[in-house]
């Protein structure tokens, strides 16, 4: 099984400070929750039934 970068999911340098970090999580957080996007809920769950 490949490995993930945690860095380059939240598309950030290896050197980012804690404070960066956080502000990427949180931005990643906002646009893939399902009560901030319902839409790609619904494409999601699209997907899994394809």
């Known amino acids: ?9 939240l598309g950030i ?5 804690s404070d960066e970090i956080k502000k990427a999580y949180r931005r990643l957080a906002l646009k893939w929750h399902p009560d901030k ?5 619904k494409k999601q769950k699209n997907a899994s039934n394809s």
């Open 13 to 17: 340098k290896k050197t980012a400070s």
């Open 37 to 41: 996007n319902p839409d790609k809920r």
């Open 1 to 9: 099984m490949e490995q993930t970068c945690c860095y380059k999911i």
